[in-house]
């Protein structure tokens, strides 16, 4: 473990070096990031300003679910960069069979592709989103809403990196990475950036049971928040419903190395 | 027991037949035809430690198909196959870390970095003590005349020096088994011979055991004592050099410097008889291609020496391409 940590490591330090030799490119995408979700954080705002609350929810509430979930994606799509280029950079040209050629797990030298520094615009715009949200809201950090807010960052990185780790799994079908699976990355993000509670039923539950979204956001922030969840769920279940985003990473895992096998016998 | 163990290995590829036109490849979507490739249909080999073995045969034969089995990113569909007692597929990462592997056409190096940070990279990657580290890379370095180049960027390097790099990469594990899959490609001509010149060494001295796929007839007589043919899926002929040729005709060529110009019909006339082939008279040059099975390189040595006066003479081998393609046509392989 400690070993495969540092081996990440010394991959995420030379993709780092690598990056910033192209400094102008850097600034540039990082702002970018920036701006696009600012941008999208004012329509937000402007959306409240004119109806003052979202079914019950102020402005400062929903702010904190979009910082939450933004951070998460932005640290998650930093480290995700292998798998989202699979299908062009390694199936296509027949690459990963260098992946193969080496004594490590192929899903730890894809995660060692890059460490996308540019995706510090969004983490950044996430973060000044969360503090602002935090200090408007009055929240009393104590350990155990920081210990929780940890755990549900971690989860939903989890559950991201799941998402990117199944996209990339497609391309040993498909080659080509699927656009269809920016529905539930993208999609994701912007759907977890309102309370779950305005969702139709039907919604909610494949947010929660099938691609579990709301377990790495809705849920445990409620209870960060600590306010009532108008949908009925108790602390205990909010503070453990980031495992779900760990359990969907595990059986993404599964599904990669299923994939895996298919390339090894048909060699393309 | 051999370092590596190959019983009737077989692979099938199922691949989509194309259609024709936009039509056929609408077609194709919904209804795909499928077929069956034989990549391999039943290889058999042992290649014991510190050989130096030429695995040759025309493309699609099944070349780069063994290599992948062998390195453990293929998985075969029947027969067995162990390298130093590990099943290369199911062992795929204790197997890696036990092997090289060169492929001519794609580098194992990171294009951005500068070589010796692709090095330390992979030191970390397969876990190389320090000290073993800084042994197998002064010494690669020094081998492969690698010092200048150490700082520069792979995407940099012309394709000569790539490939001595790439080769490095391969070795700072030290493996005792190195695949190279066409090594020599695209190099020019002193590149090719310090390639070959190292990839000696490192069998000679180091006893590392070398499996070599090329079309580079040149790699293998100057490097193999041994030589696997494959054509169709299956193992044509296994043994040294001499024996490729003893299989497909045992020509050879007389080459003899006349002391006068002479004409061709009187020395086809002089020489009439059994096992000659071809006969060729270019001033005082003469190169008469012969089977010597059917008549002793020194019988007819004799023959044109007691006829006319010789100023020089040797006898050759004929180029190992013809052989090649002899035996390729033979059996219905090949693009020529």
């Not at chain 2, 995407?155 to 080769?167: F, H, I, N």
């Amino acid at each position: 473990m400690a070993d495969t940590i540092a081996l990440l490591g010394r991959y995420f330090g030379v993709s780092i070096r690598a990056q910033l030799q192209y400094r102008a490119s850097f600034l540039l995408n990082a702002t970018g990031q920036f701006v696009n979700s600012g941008i999208e954080f004012v329509g937000l705002w402007a959306l409240f300003d004119r109806f003052g609350h979202l079914a019950g929810w102020t402005f400062a509430e929903v702010a904190f679910f979009y910082g939450v979930v933004n951070c998460t994606f932005a640290i998650a799509d930093a480290l995700t960069t292998g798998f989202d280029r699979f299908g062009t950079h390694y199936v296509k040209t027949g690459d990963f069979d260098r992946l193969l050629l080496r004594p490590r797990p192929t899903a730890l030298q894809l995660a060692g592709h890059e460490f996308a520094v540019r995706r510090v615009g969004r983490l950044l715009q996430g973060l000044i989103v969360l503090a602002w949200a935090t200090s408007a809201l009055d929240i009393p950090w104590d350990a155990a809403r920081v210990a929780l807010l940890l755990v549900t960052v971690a989860g939903g990185i989890a559950f991201f990196f799941g998402l990117m780790v199944l996209q990339a799994t497609l391309c040993f079908w498909t080659t080509e990475s699927l656009e269809i699976m920016n529905v539930l990355t993208y999609g994701g993000v912007e759907t977890a950036q309102y309370p779950l509670s305005i969702y139709h039923v039907a919604f909610r539950r494949v947010f929660t049971f099938v691609v579990p979204l709301a377990c790495i956001g809705y849920f445990p922030v409620v209870a960060v928040l600590g306010v009532e969840d108008p949908l009925g769920t108790g602390r205990v279940f909010q503070a453990l419903a980031p495992l779900a985003g760990v359990a969907f990473l595990g059986l993404s895992f599964v599904a990669w190395s299923i994939g895996v096998r298919r390339y090894t016998s048909t060699g393309s | 027991m051999s370092q590596i163990e190959v019983q009737n290995l077989a692979k099938v590829f199922r691949v989509a037949e194309r259609r024709a036109g936009l039509a056929g490849a609408f077609r194709g979507l919904v209804d795909r035809r499928m077929r069956d490739v034989h990549a391999l249909a039943g290889v058999d080999f042992d290649i014991e430690r510190g050989e130096l073995v030429g695995y040759i045969g025309p493309n699609g034969a099944g070349k780069s198909t063994t290599i992948k089995i062998l390195a453990g990113i293929l998985t075969p569909t029947g027969g067995t196959c162990t390298v130093d007692g590990l099943t290369p597929w199911r062992d795929r990462r204790r197997h890696a870390a036990r092997i090289g592997v060169v492929f001519g056409q794609r580098t194992q190096l990171w294009w951005d970095l500068p070589v010796i940070e692709s090095f330390e990279l992979l030191q970390r990657v397969y876990r190389v003590p320090e000290a073993l580290f800084a042994t197998n890379r002064d010494r690669m370095v020094e081998l492969l005349r690698l010092g200048p180049l150490l700082d520069t960027p792979v995407r940099q390097l012309s394709l000569g020096q790539r490939m001595r790099a790439d080769l490095a990469a391969a070795l700072l594990h030290g493996p005792k088994l190195l695949f190279l899959d066409e090594p020599t490609i695209g190099l020019d001509a002193a590149a090719k011979l310090a390639m070959r010149d190292f990839v000696r060494t490192l069998n000679r001295e180091e006893g590392v055991t070398v499996v070599l796929t090329t079309h580079d007839m040149d790699d293998i007589e100057a490097l193999c004592e041994r030589i696997m043919v494959i054509g169709q899926g299956r193992i044509l002929i296994d043994g040294g050099i001499d024996e490729l040729r003893r299989r497909v005709g045992n020509e050879r060529v007389l080459i003899v410097d006349f002391e006068e110009g002479g004409s061709l019909e009187v020395l086809a006339r002089e020489l009439d008889g059994a096992g000659l082939r071809d006969v060729r008279v270019t001033g005082k040059r003469a190169r008469i291609a012969f089977d010597a099975g059917a008549i002793a390189p020194a019988a007819l040595i004799a023959r044109v020496t007691s006829r006319f006066g010789v100023h020089d003479l040797f006898v050759e081998h004929p180029p190992i391409e013809h052989t090649v393609a002899d035996l390729y046509a033979e059996h219905g392989e090949g693009d020529a």
